[in-house]
C-alpha cells in the first residue's frame, strides 16, 4: 500500500519548496552527530523532520565554542530545516506524544544504545505493529548485539584508523572531524533511501540498522580491502601514500604543496615542468609501481626543483599543465576557495528574524531544488505546532515510521 504524504494528512507542517521527499515525515529521535547529519540530509531533500529533544537537549547545544550569538555551531551545522519538540519520556503524557509521533512518521531515525527505546514502545517491533510502512534507522556504535557507547574517537582507535594516521615516528592521530559519524550518516541516509522504494514497491516497511564500526570498516576502503583481500596490515606512512607516488605535501621554496600524481602520464608531466624530463624514461621512476618503492631517490630531487619556486608560483604553473596540486589551505581559505571556484558554499537557512548561514548541502538535483527554508530550531521552538497538528490531524497507522533517538544514553556520535 502507498503511504499518504502529508498533504494527505494536514499541510499544517508542510514544508516549503518541493524537493523529492516533500511530503514524508521523519521523526528524529536521534542527537549529536551521526542521526542529526542523516535526518539533515532528509531535510534538506524536502522532507518534514520533527526533531525530538529530550528536557535537557541535544549534548551539541551545549558543545561550545565556537558560538554565533548563544547558539553553538556544532549545533547549527547539522540541524536546519527541523522542526523541534522537547518530550519528556519520563512524562506519561508526553511519552504518548513521542509514540503518536512514531504512529504516523513515514520514517524514524534513532540512536539510542541498543534496545533503549523498547521501554518506551518505541522500538521497532512495537512501532512496525501499528505502523507496519515505517522506515526505521537505527543507527548504533558497534552493532546492535554491543552495548559499548558510540563515540567517533573509541571507533577511530578500534577500526584501526588511527593506526594509519599521523607520522610513522609519533604517535596514532585522530582526524580532524568526525569522519565516521559523517560516513555512518551518509550510510544511514542510503539505507534509508533504499527501504523507501522497496515501499514504494511492495507497501512493505523494514527496519534499517547501520553502525560507527561497519561504516569505519568499509570507509577504510583501500586499508581495510588491502587487509581482507592480501593479509597486508598497513601502517602510519605521515602524508605519504601506500601506492603512488608522488601523493603528499612536498617543500617549495616557502612552504609546501600538495602534488597528487596519479599516473605515469601526470609524473612525466611533472618531470618535464620541473627541468627533469629524464626521470620519465628512468627504469627507477619512469613506471608507478617501481617508483613507488624508489621514492626515497627520487624525493631529494624532487624537492631540489621545487625550492625554485613558492607554493603559489608551483601552483600557478602545475595547473595548467593538468597535474593535480594545491595549496594546503586553513578552513577559511577553503570556503573562500569553494567560493572562488563558484561552488557558493554558504547558504543562508531559514527566513524572517532567524537566518542562519550554512553550508551548502553538495548534493544538486537538476529536477528538484534542495531547500534551506527553516534554520536550525531553537530549543522547543515548533512544541506547540507539533502538538496541535497531532490533535488536528487524523490518526494514520498505514504510514512508515523511521525514529531518530540517542536518548539519555551517551550513546552518542561524536
Not at 503524557?93 to 509521533?101: E, H, S
Not at 548504533?140 to 599521523?166: C, E, H, R, W
Not at 564500526?213 to 601506500?242: C, D, E, I, K
Not at 605515469?264 to 618503492?293: C, S, V
Amino acid at each position: 500500500m502507498d503511504s499518504p504524504t502529508m498533504t494527505d494528512r494536514d499541510d499544517f507542517l508542510t514544508r516549503a519548496g518541493s524537493g523529492p521527499l516533500s511530503g514524508q515525515v521523519v521523526v528524529d529521535f536521534s542527537r549529536v552527530l551521526a542521526g542529526p547529519y542523516a535526518t539533515m540530509m532528509l531535510a534538506d531533500l524536502g522532507a518534514t523532520v520533527i526533531k525530538v529533544e529530550g528536557p535537557k537537549g541535544d549534548d551539541t547545544r551545549h558543545w561550545a565554542p565556537p558560538v554565533r550569538d548563544d547558539d553553538a555551531t556544532y549545533f547549527l551545522s547539522v540541524n536546519r530545516n527541523k522542526l523541534d519538540i522537547v518530550l519528556d519520556f519520563a512524562d506519561a503524557d508526553d511519552l504518548a506524544v513521542a509514540q503518536d509521533l512514531a504512529a504516523r512518521a513515514d520514517i524514524i531515525v534513532e540512536n539510542f544504545k541498543p534496545g533503549g527505546l523498547a521501554k518506551f514502545g518505541l522500538d521497532y517491533d512495537t512501532v512496525a505493529a501499528t505502523n507496519p510502512a515505517v522506515v526505521y534507522a537505527s543507527i548504533t556504535g558497534f552493532g546492535p548485539d554491543n552495548p559499548l557507547p558510540g563515540y567517533d574517537l573509541l571507533v577511530q582507535a578500534m577500526s584501526g584508523f588511527m593506526s594509519v594516521t599521523g607520522s610513522p615516528e609519533g604517535s596514532p592521530y585522530r582526524a580532524g572531524v568526525a569522519v565516521f559519524d559523517v560516513i555512518t550518516g551518509l550510510h544511514t541516509t542510503i539505507g534509508i533511501l533504499a527501504a523507501v522504494q522497496h515501499r514504494t514497491l511492495t507497501g512493505e516497511g523494514q527496519l534499517v540498522e547501520t553502525n560507527l564500526m561497519s561504516s569505519a570498516m568499509s570507509g577504510l576502503v583501500n586499508q581495510s580491502g588491502a587487509y581482507a583481500a592480501a593479509g597486508a596490515n598497513p601502517t602510519r606512512m605521515g602524508n605519504a601514500h601506500p601506492s603512488i607516488y608522488p601523493y603528499q605535501p612536498m617543500a617549495t621554496k616557502d612552504g609546501e604543496i600538495v602534488i597528487a600524481v596519479g599516473n605515469d602520464g601526470q609524473f612525466a608531466t611533472l618531470a618535464e615542468a620541473l627541468g627533469r624530463p629524464d626521470w620519465a624514461e628512468d627504469d627507477r621512476f619512469a613506471k608507478a609501481k617501481i617508483r613507488n618503492a624508489n621514492q626515497e631517490q627520487l624525493e631529494p630531487e624532487i624537492l631540489e626543483a621545487l625550492r625554485a619556486h613558492t607554493a603559489q608560483e608551483w601552483f600557478d604553473a602545475l595547473t595548467p599543465l593538468g597535474i593535480p596540486c594545491a595549496p594546503i589551505n586553513s578552513i577559511a581559505e577553503g570556503v573562500e576557495r569553494a567560493k572562488d571556484l563558484g561552488l557558493d558554499p554558504i547558504v543562508e537557512a531559514g527566513e524572517g528574524e532567524r537566518i542562519i548561514p550554512t553550508i551548502r548541502n553538495p548534493i544538486r538535483l537538476s529536477k528538484s531544488e534542495v531547500s534551506y527554508d527553516l534554520a536550525p530550531p531553537e530549543f522547543g521552538r515548533d512544541s506547540e505546532r507539533v502538538r496541535d497538528w497531532l490533535r488536528n490531524s487524523p490518526a494514520a497507522t498505514t504510514l512508515g515510521t523511521t525514529v531518530t533517538d540517542e536518548g539519555e544514553s551517551h550513546h552518542g556520535h561524536h
